[in-house]
């Protein structure tokens, strides 16, 4: 677990020193230790943990909640609150975290009888790690913390998947046979059902083309042909045209967002929509299904499989090949940042895993930096937490042993750069590459666009010296300028055991193409910035 000691948690953290069975990470700040369960809950599935007092410990803890929520990441928070005796009566580090979180937690809990506690304690795990996952909150008053109660230790409760019969699947089925331009959508949800095998099953029965969702990066192999990017608002050109030009949208755990559909009214005019998805709130929300299927996306496609004919060398499929082999030869990568991830990707060891920030870097990583395999990538999707991603990177890397490559900017990393004593501490295989362009830049970017160049509090400039920061704090500090640099520095990085920050000297001038306007539609796409 990761978290931070205080007051009203000190019965806790008695507990686990006299226990010595849980390993816990202090971390810097409660909400880096929120993104950092968050991180170790992504990367293995299970129910990631973390704990903070009350008052001010409580509260650091919400973005990283809420982080969590959006992205449907399993998750067990753990507050302490004052005694009974002194609820209601603004004591000291008192907060109703409780009423603070309830629209941001699956569930949640304030702990008033000791004998309520391990049914509680059971309940929440089940919870956060079944059906839509996502976090709950505990809050424990101290005096319940020091009370005595009878323990009963009970066997663990399994998560069983409900199966989706045949005759759910009908309509999904028929809708297919007739399709002649298919398009598989893999969203978050395909990679929480562990149904990556059956995503790629079905997309080669059927000869059909797949685009990914940001959260969806992972659930089906970069490389392989019938792949055609992330879709969207940054997406890849080719996944925009196949949206516009498909027939029949098959949508796996995704929830159709504003950076997905953008414009809601005409993303699916005239196409055919299957919709698969665990959670009935997201059916029909966003975009109407012509078939809703509600269920684990890994049981539906396993009853759905068997029901379709299997295609071969369908036009469609290969004249997406043909665009996407187009996009990416025009795509030779101009700039620095870029030219980094692409080096990244191919001197990485093979099975490291990738955090990112948010902002340009973060659509840089989706578009340069081929993603394999689920469980992966760590993003912050849907609350887009800038300072999410150092805090994930140490869950990451606790989880797994391996190697971590942090993608950020300089504006992100402001927010998070005191966990960086965290990593050195521990000791963490974990490379930051810092997209250092001494500004806001997806919000310059915008600025550019949208407000006539006014760009008011954007151009940072700040005159930290990163490899300077890095290694006042343990760590290793590399600088990137130019080519010549990127391999060398990279090298050096994959080659080193503990933190290694790779100051990334880019011009704030470096854009995120392609790009849709909000709520516009995917034939106004952007591929080339054009100065006026």
């Known amino acids: 677990m990761f978290g931070y000691p205080g007051g009203t948690v000190l019965d806790i953290y008695d507990a686990l020193y006299r226990d010595g069975t849980i390993e816990h990470v202090i971390t810097s700040h409660e909400q880096g230790a929120a993104h950092a369960a968050d991180g170790w809950a992504r990367v293995t599935g299970k129910t990631g943990v973390v704990i903070a007092t009350s008052g001010p410990g409580a509260t650091n803890l919400v973005t990283g909640i809420a982080t969590a929520y959006m992205d449907s990441v399993p998750l067990v928070a753990i507050t302490g609150n004052v005694g009974a005796s002194l609820l209601g009566r ?24 000791a004998s309520e506690l391990a049914g509680v304690v059971r309940e929440a795990f089940r919870i956060a790690n079944s059906g839509r996952r996502g976090p709950v909150l505990i809050d424990i008053l101290k005096n319940v913390q020091s009370a005595e109660a009878e323990y009963e230790p009970q066997k663990p409760v399994p998560v069983r998947r409900k199966s989706v019969p045949a005759r759910a699947l009908e309509g999904a089925a028929a809708a297919l046979a007739k399709a002649e331009r298919p398009v598989i959508m893999a969203g978050g949800g395909a990679i929480a059902s562990e149904a990556s095998k ?19 990066l992972g659930a089906f192999p970069a490389s392989h042909p019938l792949f055609m990017g992330m879709v969207g608002m940054h997406g890849t050109a080719t996944a925009a045209r196949l949206c516009m030009e498909s027939d029949c949208i098959v949508a796996l755990g995704a929830r159709f967002s504003d950076r997905v559909a953008l414009n809601r009214e005409k993303f699916a005019q005239g196409k055919t929509v299957i919709h698969i998805d665990i959670d009935e709130a997201e059916i029909d929300k966003n975009i109407n299904a012509t078939h809703a299927v509600l269920g684990d996306v890994k049981e539906a496609l396993s009853t759905l499989i068997p029901m379709l004919k299997e295609r071969k060398a369908r036009p469609f499929a290969e004249e997406a090949k043909k665009l996407r082999a187009e996009e990416r030869a025009k795509d030779n990568a101009p700039e620095l940042g870029h030219r980094v991830l692409i080096e990244a990707a191919k001197h990485a ?72 004593s965290t990593a050195v501490t521990e000791e963490l295989p974990i490379t930051i ?77 470096e854009n995120v193409l392609p790009m849709i306007r909000p709520g516009a539609t995917y034939d106004t796409i952007i591929t080339k910035w054009e100065e006026k």
């Open 433 to 509: 590459l810092l997209m250092n362009n001494r500004a806001l830049g997806m919000v310059r970017q915008w600025q550019k666009l949208f407000y006539g160049n006014r760009f008011s509090q954007t151009n940072v400039r700040k005159k930290t010296d990163y490899v300077k920061f890095a290694e006042s704090f343990g760590a290793t500090g590399l600088v990137v300028e130019k080519d010549e640099d990127i391999v060398p520095a990279l090298t050096t990085a994959f080659a080193t055991k503990t933190p290694v920050l790779i100051d990334c000297r880019i011009s704030n001038d």
């Open 198 to 216: 059956e995503v790629l099953a079905l997309a080669e029965k059927l000869d059909a083309p797949v685009v990914s969702t940001l959260m969806g």
């Open 90 to 113: 603004d004591s000291f580090q008192e907060v109703d975290i409780f009423g603070i979180t309830l629209p941001i937690t699956k569930h949640n809990y304030i702990v008033k009888d």
């Open 349 to 420: 060891p093979k099975d490291v895993i990738v955090v990112t920030d948010v902002g340009q870097h973060q659509m840089w990583t989706a578009q340069y930096f081929p993603i394999e395999k689920p469980r992966t990538l760590c993003t912050s999707g849907g609350l887009g937490t800038m300072g999410y991603g150092l805090g994930a990177a140490i869950g990451a890397a606790k989880a797994t042993g391996k190697h971590v490559i942090l993608v950020t900017g300089d504006g992100c990393f402001n927010m998070n750069l005191n966990e960086l």
